[in-house]
T-cell receptor, first 114, second 111 residues
Framework: GAGVSQSPSNKVTEKGKDVELRCDPI?????LYWYRQSLGQGLEFLIY????????KSGLPSDRFSAERTGGSVSTLTIQRTQQEDSAVYLC????????????FGEGSRLTVL | GIQVEQSPPDLILQEGANSTLRCNFS?????LQWFHQNPWGQLINLFY???GTKQNGRLSATTVATERYSLLYISSSQTTDSGVYFC?????????????FGKGTKLSVKP
């Protein structure tokens, strides 16, 4: 597509439920990133996929968070047993090449955990 | 890890004024980007500028990699320039190239 596409744009869930957030990167981009932005804060790195390499999971805040990328394209971020502190905007980005490539962000998925 | 510091944290301008935003980083980088986050939360790419100077309309940016800083210039500011400006870097010493963000400069342009 023309840009990074994320869905859903908004998600309200109850504490303890699992949620899945989807990211469709720009066609041809090999690198894909997930970030989290809490209200009024900066962006916090979560996970990075580059081609067929093992992902860099160093930013995942707990083992309730996981992500996968199928076929080197679409990615899903899964949060299990959601907590209120998980409420944030989850942003996905992609770049033509990791490291030195320019990143382009989607519009984000706003997650609210009640 | 690398530290990315932006200044000032907040800035209020009258429409038409000029401003300079600064980004300091504590180690060598191989990627630097400036973003504008508009009031609706969308991150808009302004510049990809690991070194040198670039200009785009009323905006320009300069990165002096050897001295570990970057500057974003906004001239003849408009109310639509309001929002948060983020500097982000990819650190040579980091793992696999994730972009590390500063805390941003919140700009408010008054009519």
């Amino acid at each position: 597509g023309a840009g990074v596409s994320q869905s859903p744009s908004n998600k309200v869930t109850e504490k303890g439920k699992d949620v899945e957030l989807r990211c469709d990167p720009i066609s041809g981009h090999t690198a894909l990133y997930w970030y989290r932005q809490s209200l009024g804060q900066g962006l916090e790195f979560l996970i990075y996929f580059q081609g067929n390499s093992a992902p860099d999971k160093s930013g995942l805040p707990s083992d309730r968070f996981s992500a996968e990328r199928t076929g080197g394209s679409v990615s899903t971020l899964t949060i299990q047993r959601t907590q209120q502190e998980d409420s944030a905007v989850y942003l996905c980005a992609s770049s033509f090449s990791g490291g030195t490539g320019e990143l382009f962000f989607g519009e984000g998925s706003r997650l609210t955990v009640l | 890890g690398i530290q990315v510091e932006q200044s000032p944290p907040d800035l209020i301008l009258q429409e038409g004024a000029n401003s300079t935003l600064r980004c300091n980083f504590s180690d060598s980088v191989n990627n630097l980007q400036w973003f504008h986050q508009n009031p609706w939360g969308q991150l808009i790419n302004l510049f990809y500028i690991p070194s040198g100077t670039k200009q785009n309309g009323r905006l320009s940016a300069t990165t002096v990699a050897t001295e570990r800083y970057s500057l974003l210039y906004i001239s003849s500011s408009q109310t639509t320039d309001s929002g948060v400006y983020f500097c982000a870097v990819v650190w040579y010493g980091g793992s696999q190239g994730n972009l590390i963000f500063g805390k941003g400069t919140k700009l408010s342009v008054k009519p």
